[in-house]
């Protein structure tokens, strides 16, 4: 056993830059990049409409079908977005999911992807009430936001890492 905290490891992990220059080239020269960079505001768009109408319907009872269907092509965009997103990792970082930079984003994708997964088993087999599962379709659309926001901050140590090499690079051609 190495004898090191939870803490030192955090760390070290903090410390360890986003993307080595080589994935980085990997990831600036692949048309995945591009894809995931349209796919993810549309991602978020259809949420924010299916959450909209999902609302409605637990509000007032109306707009059972309206919710069902943008629940459906949320899931659809989500199952998208996760096989272009493996196969974005798979170009820059050379495996398919769980590379260390996104580890614990692809966890917790994991969970978004069951809950809604769990939608589409329960709409299809009857096995919820219409307002069950809505709170179903409410419980995913919890884990997106906060797998989103995962991806966000880390889009965010992406620009910083940038940044700081950008920085180190002026200051290095200044003084020499």
Known sequence: MSGRTAAQTARKAQTRPLYTPAERIRRDGTRWTLVQGILAPIQFLVFLVSLTLVLRYLAIGAGYEAATISIVVKTGTL??????????????????????????????????????TAYLIA????????????????????????NAGQFLWKLRMARLQSERESDARSDAAVTA
């Open 123 to 146: 709409l299809f087999t009857h096995s919820l009430s219409p307002t069950g599962l809505m709170f179903l379709a409410l419980a995913a659309y919890a884990t997106y936001v906060v």
């Open 79 to 116: 199952y998208l977005i996760m096989v272009t997103g493996a196969i974005w990792e798979k170009v820059v970082f050379g495996q398919y999911l769980f590379a260390p930079a996104f580890f614990w984003e692809d966890v917790f994708s994991f969970a978004v992807i069951a809950l809604h």
